[in-house]
């Protein structure tokens, strides 16, 4: 069984670059300074006003993996480090590689992939015209497909929902927190540190396969 981890990184647009009908759109409901703050740095939230700058992909039998990401301006060959391999490319080629990916996948898992990861991927694959090749939204209430740990992790809402470094944490699980954190990636990826971001990302990926590892073989399978 081909079981794929993935976890993806996103940076927003520059609110200034936005035409004024579209920042007025976004600001409408922004009444107080504060609120107005509090869009323009969430943009990278939010497929329409962000992009997917990194990709990491893992597979759970073999630990190899790859990373595809963004690069803008700089010309970086293909590298590896250990069983990752690092590819830069625009978003559209990194989707294209992801899709590629995913076509053969039997499972996929992530952490909190059904609220932020899978829609953004498909969302950003239609703004560039590329083709999906699985559904990576399927009805929630299966894991037959999709393992979205934090769901599994929560029991769907039945309990509080935690972070993944909080997860790694409790059970000691090695994670990339300490370095940089998801909200300091549109930082890095402004200040050109893009293979940064990318270990940032497969160091995400890795720590959600030994939680999902850990998942599987305790209450997983109940």
């Given at each position: 069984m081909k079981q794929l981890v993935f976890d993806i990184e996103t940076s927003g647009v520059s609110f200034d670059s936005l035409d004024h009908e579209t920042q007025e759109y976004l600001l409408k409901r922004a009444?107080?300074?504060?609120?107005?703050?509090?869009?323009?740095?969430?943009?990278?939230?939010?497929?329409?006003?962000?992009e997917v700058v990194a990709i990491g992909v893992l597979d759970v039998s073999t630990q190899r993996g790859s990373v595809y990401y963004q690069a803008p301006g700089r010309t970086i060959a293909p590298f590896e480090e250990g069983p990752t391999k690092y590819f830069a490319g625009s978003e559209a080629e990194c989707l294209q590689?992801?899709?590629?990916?995913?076509?053969?996948?039997?499972?996929?898992?992530?952490?909190?992939?059904?609220?932020?990861?899978?829609?953004?991927l498909l969302l950003r694959s239609l703004v560039h015209g590329?083709?999906?090749?699985?559904?990576?939204?399927?009805?929630?209430?299966?894991?037959?497909?999709?393992?979205?740990?934090?769901?599994?992790?929560?029991f769907y809402g039945a309990v509080r929902h935690y972070a993944l470094a909080f997860w790694c944490k409790t059970l000691g699980i090695p994670s990339s927190k300490g370095d940089i954190a998801g909200k300091d990636v549109p930082q890095c990826y402004n200040a050109g540190e893009y293979e940064r971001i990318a270990r940032y990302c497969m160091a995400d990926v890795r720590a959600t396969r030994e939680l999902f590892l850990k998942w599987n073989e305790t209450i997983g399978q109940l």
């Open positions: 009444d107080t300074p504060e609120k107005i703050t509090k869009v323009k740095e969430e943009l990278n939230l939010y497929p329409l006003t962000g590689r992801f899709w590629a990916d995913c076509m053969d996948a039997d499972r996929i898992i992530t952490f909190n992939g059904r609220a932020f990861d899978c829609p953004w590329v083709t999906a090749t699985r559904n990576l939204m399927p009805p929630r209430y299966t894991t037959n497909f999709h393992v979205d740990l934090a769901d599994q992790l929560a």
